[in-house]
């Protein structure tokens, strides 16, 4: 999965590959659900935030761990990629400013 957007803040933009993402206890079809849900929160929340300076080099993480959500089973795949989203970006060394919170 590969993330891309625009900043709002200037002409710089973000590039996020995720190379697996690990479900358990999910079909394969509502994984593939997820992952898109993921992917499009991802993007929502890094593009309507201000971003702070860049950095000087490429930034990259071995793992990124969105731990263990606690789930009714009533959420659909949409909420519970918007819920491993907020956790992820929350973990990005990405300086975000102002904007629209999600975490």
Not at 68 to 92: C, D, F, K, M, N
Request: a positive charge; proline letters at 6%; glycine letters at 10%.
């Amino acid at each position: 999965m590969v993330v891309r957007m625009p900043s709002r803040s200037s002409q710089r933009s973000i590039e996020l590959q995720i190379e697996q993402l690990v479900l358990h206890g999910f079909s394969r079809r509502d994984g593939v659900r997820i992952a898109e849900a993921v992917e499009r929160e991802i993007a929502n929340v890094l593009s309507a935030r201000e971003l702070g300076p860049a950095p000087s080099r490429a930034v990259t993480l071995d793992r990124v761990d969105a731990g263990t959500l606690r789930l009714s089973g009533s959420e659909g795949p949409a909420v519970v990629g918007s819920r491993i989203a907020e956790r992820v970006v929350g973990q990005l060394p990405i300086p975000l400013g102002g904007g629209k919170s999600h975490v």
